[in-house]
């Protein structure tokens, strides 16, 4: 950590924070420039009280060094993190997320019946998907629009995976829910809207499921990497995390995807991402090109929304891509992942 | 609800929208332009399906027509709602929210100590605050950073209250924790990071206390007013809406207040509006003109981070007030609350 | 274009409008719903004032149904537009943009010299680049940075192409410069911070030269096409469109490459669209990845930033590709090109 | 300048640092810390190299420490700028802006024709307006909107001003226009579009009359001290500052009015600055209370839209005052700048 004096501040105010600074169990060095003196803090930062140096008198700025986030990182952990999901049925192979491999979750917004996830996933699986993904709990915007089919949903993911095998992906809104939804979920979703609900980071963190935290609307990458730290530091190193798109000015599209958040957050960290091109441009005719742009710059899996009759859905039809149009993206996702050295396993 | 059809959309496509909407219960009125068909739908629109109509052949857009929010919308409600806090101590007056004196908020940003409460609430009270705030409960970036003192912290504002008297505004995070923290406050705060926490919405809103909403920092006001709705629909009236700035570009300012939110929100809705210029700008010194300006835009109440001493706050120092520059503050506020027809009480 | 009365507003208001959009020359066709009242226009919109309409009594909204462009639009003119660059030198082959071809522009940020010029242009063309870009005339944040070699470096880049042999894309910021520029590039290229310099675009529109456009840092792409509007209408029909990264609150990247901008544009219009990870990510480690993904994504061509030292670049170093870097990624490109069934040439 | 080393950098490293800034005439000053080495740089920062620095190996940052700008900054001259205006006609009283008034600059958009300026500018002037604003030359998103009536229009405020006698301030969009536009401007305004117009800046740099320089849709504040930087360093003192909103992801307004920028440019330069909050809205109703918020902030002056019959205004209209809005506007902001210690004049 840096602070900066402010130009003409004394040797005083240099003092007064070398002895705030000795007492936090640090050291300082001095340097005096020609316009500003700044004085550099050795030691251990998680002691120092950023805000009380930002306050002193003669402190323009506090800069820091180092990286916030410390076990999300790849500086802590030069070995990538690969996500293992058990085999749905006995029998099945199992999977893993942050391999060569590029994975592929497929399914509706939301779990709309029974029928409608047991045909579907078994028409996934044969194009080959590796994960069912459906919300019995939906965020909406609106109180008067559809909320979820609740325990229901859930039962119904549970048949499919028994029934057709796909491993389940299925978001969790509230503390009190947490350990009822992983009985039925093989990866727990952290939804765009809770990515910092602390509260619910702390719980999924204290349960034994992976876990795919969906990056905020309007959060910086680091912000992210903090919130998936939230998760580990509680005791869960399972952690995928997703990028979905954030808010711009733009409005042609519904969010903006921010594709360059998967080579920068390989670049920091050594968790998986897996890129949501669904509900990043909100249009399905978008959601083929930017599939392929994601796997392109290096993403480890791909969200998609699938729906049988888009419009009969009863949330995001217009973002989801009929079966056939998925059967036929899924024939050129393996193209480009093969193009860049890797494949749909 | 306006179906905008493409470019030479044949009548079979009209035809097919007309049978779908008359089956939810509308009518329809069609419009031949001279480049395309537009269809008007009449009725009760809770009942359409948006997405299904986007997703129909030959149809290019759908356009809202009437607003998404309600019941805190102020045509649906045009008298203005008056939030009603009761004494804190027998003997004490009451306060209310929304009328036309403007309400001061104030207090550190999360509660430290026993003995910094009682002192700092006894200072603000004499210096014409209305109300102590202060979080038990903390959101934080880092999970490494103080996370506030829970029920112990909200133990020591409830012996603010029946000693010094200032009534209690604190932040609830947790559904778990609704029912508790209600028990102390006289206001819940739900944060700018919960403003889409729609569980903990519908939590508060089955509370018999008043809400106050913060913006969330990359929410449109249209969806404050949409998570407003939920608590209302829930059965709690009591909301006061918050403005506490939006995550821009900008650097030398922490967000940026948006105060034209102020006679937007008023004239869509009924609420109250209040302002916090500290989260707002992240600058004490910034603190001063924004808190005049917000109140000469018409705000109803401000919320200040005052500390007393904020180079040693745990938190949030940096946009703290001095109780001496508070002090100094509330005279100028006052001249600038008559000079646009109000007072602070 | 719908005009959206208010709740309430009566049939004298209704009549005020048809009378003024009669007096247009156009015809109006009304639909009564339960809340609110619509008035359709019908007729040639260039007549319509709407923002007189806008300050009718009674009137809510007026909501446009047709688009703002007209001839960059892909429903005025259906064929692509592909720009043909004539031959550099006599027995060169000439060459198209927006082709089943990927053009890949590259070059460093600034002309610095000579021979910087002509040796990293051979290796370049060696590489298989297909056009050399390199910035003459130079807009700076600061006016104490580099402000570009002027005419001088024109005349090398003039050198560069009756040596080497690979045509020129230049920029030109300023009216009085056209002329003169045109004389030296085979492409002008206007960038993002004069994207709405209207003065500039009729000025390249009436050149007989191809303009690549460059998307403002915080232009909305419909704004970009009615740019692209501004240079058709006043006679040049061959523009590039070209994303170069948007301004969010993201901070670990330089600027936030918005690759869906790509479907977007090709859905919307006719032009060919260049994609520019360099000024989009502002770091070289983010270039690869993200060229990858923008053909991927199906764009017409890449901008790539390419300098013999980035070390020493006077200009944008840390986002340069050395010419090996630049080497192993054309491998790279024509492998996605391949996948998604086009080439490199 | 601070070079962050990173982790596990060697000595080695370090030195080829020294060497290298050693050679641009500054001397550095090593830091040891626990995880990182640090080098500050000392001496004339102009000479360095930012982007060599950041490409050398072992470095991971390089951190500003000195501000950009420096002419425009309150370091450089502490004492406040004081733009003078002089008289209109023989025998009228000067203007000042950035003393204590407050100076209320008004008109219609564009300039539309002879007697609506006429008959306007004597009401305006009536009503305690100081300058009057019209657009001759106007920036229009689309090529097919009104451009203004150029020098005709030029022409009416020069007959404005001698016979009513308001001072004119109006725009000028192109290097080949400043000198004309000077003879009949007494300031002259570059848009928000031409912020970073760099030959624009230098050309009214060179330039005998005050500039006012509108804040870019996406520019920080810091890159509009950079702008003002570019006309000061030309020669041009005479620099107003203009805060017009920002793009923000809010639709119910037009642009995001950042008031906070009054007081942080006030802290960081000592220029004066101008709120333009008709169009920092786009609505008519809410200029006034942005308009009473801007002078509660501190603002030196408003901008103001005001045209006899918004109704049939060529541009803009729904964000102009009636005549009679304005009158009564400038009564409440007499109430409100004396509230904060200054006046209208």
């Given at each position: 950590?840096?602070?900066?004096?402010?130009?003409?501040?004394?040797?005083?105010?240099?003092?007064?924070?070398?002895?705030?600074?000795?007492?936090?169990?640090?050291?300082?060095?001095?340097?005096?420039?020609?316009?500003?003196?700044?004085?550099?803090?050795?030691?251990?930062e998680?002691?120092?009280?950023?805000?009380?140096?930002?306050?002193?008198?003669?402190?323009?700025?506090?800069?820091?060094?180092?990286?916030?986030?410390?076990?999300?990182?790849?500086?802590?952990?030069?070995?990538?993190?690969?996500?293992?999901?058990?085999?749905?049925?006995?029998?099945?192979?199992?999977?893993?997320?942050?391999?060569?491999?590029?994975?592929?979750?497929?399914?509706?917004?939301?779990?709309?019946?029974?029928?409608?996830?047991?045909?579907?996933?078994?028409?996934?699986?044969?194009?080959?998907?590796?994960?069912?993904?459906?919300?019995?709990?939906?965020?909406?915007?609106?109180?008067?629009?559809?909320?979820?089919?609740?325990?229901e949903?859930?039962?119904?993911l549970?048949?499919?995976?028994?029934?057709?095998?796909?491993?389940?992906?299925?978001e969790?809104?509230?503390?009190?829910?947490?350990?009822?939804?992983?009985?039925?979920?093989?990866?727990?979703?952290?939804?765009?809207?809770?990515?910092?609900?602390?509260?619910l980071?702390?719980?999924?963190?204290?349960?034994?499921?992976?876990?795919?935290?969906?990056?905020?609307?309007?959060?910086?990458?680091?912000?992210?990497?903090?919130?998936?730290?939230?998760?580990?530091?509680?005791?869960n190193?399972?952690?995928?995390?997703?990028?979905?798109?954030?808010?711009?000015?733009?409005?042609?599209?519904?969010?903006?995807?921010?594709?360059?958040?998967?080579?920068?957050?390989?670049?920091?960290?050594?968790?998986?991402?897996?890129?949501?091109?669904?509900h990043?441009?909100g249009?399905?005719?978008?959601?083929?090109?930017?599939?392929?742009?994601?796997?392109?710059?290096?993403?480890?899996?791909?969200?998609?929304?699938?729906?049988?009759?888009?419009?009969?859905?009863?949330?995001?039809?217009?973002?989801?891509?009929?079966?056939?149009?998925?059967?036929?993206?899924?024939?050129?996702?393996?193209?480009?992942?093969?193009?860049?050295?890797r494949?749909?396993?």
């Open positions: 950590m840096i602070v900066v004096m402010e130009q003409g501040a004394g040797p005083d105010r240099v003092q007064a924070i070398e002895a705030v600074v000795v007492e936090w169990g640090l050291r300082t060095h001095v340097s005096q420039g020609d316009e500003r003196t700044i004085v550099g803090l050795i030691g251990d998680s002691n120092v009280n950023v805000s009380a140096l930002e306050m002193m008198a003669g402190v323009d700025r506090v800069m820091p060094v180092l990286k916030a986030y410390k076990r999300a990182s790849l500086e802590f952990r030069t070995e990538r993190t690969v996500v293992k999901i058990p085999p749905a049925r006995h029998g099945d192979r199992g999977l893993t997320i942050g391999g060569t491999g590029v994975v592929v979750m497929a399914g509706p917004c939301a779990v709309e019946n029974r029928e409608m996830i047991l045909s579907l996933s078994a028409f996934l699986k044969g194009a080959g998907a590796h994960l069912l993904r459906g919300g019995a709990f939906k965020p909406r915007t609106s109180p008067y629009a559809f909320q979820g089919l609740g325990v949903g859930l039962r119904y549970a048949e499919e995976r028994s029934v057709v095998g796909l491993p389940i992906i299925t969790v809104m509230d503390t009190r829910d947490v350990e009822m939804v992983a009985e039925f979920a093989d990866i727990l979703q952290v939804g765009a809207r809770n990515m910092q609900n602390f509260n980071l702390k719980v999924v963190g204290r349960c034994n499921r992976p876990v795919m935290l969906k990056r905020g609307l309007a959060n910086t990458l680091e912000e992210l990497l903090m919130s998936a730290e939230y998760v580990i530091n509680a005791g190193e399972d952690v995928i995390l997703c990028e979905r798109g954030i808010r711009t000015f733009e409005t042609l599209t519904r969010n903006t995807l921010d594709l360059s958040a998967v080579p920068v957050l390989k670049r920091e960290s050594h968790l998986p991402v897996v890129v949501d091109p669904s990043g441009t249009h399905w005719d978008l959601v083929a090109p930017m599939a392929r742009a994601a796997v392109a710059a290096g993403a480890d899996g791909l969200m998609l929304e699938v729906h049988p009759d888009p419009a009969q859905a009863i949330s995001d039809g217009p973002q989801s891509l009929t079966p056939k149009r998925f059967k036929a993206l899924m024939g050129e996702l393996e193209l480009v992942a093969r193009a860049v050295g494949n749909l396993h």
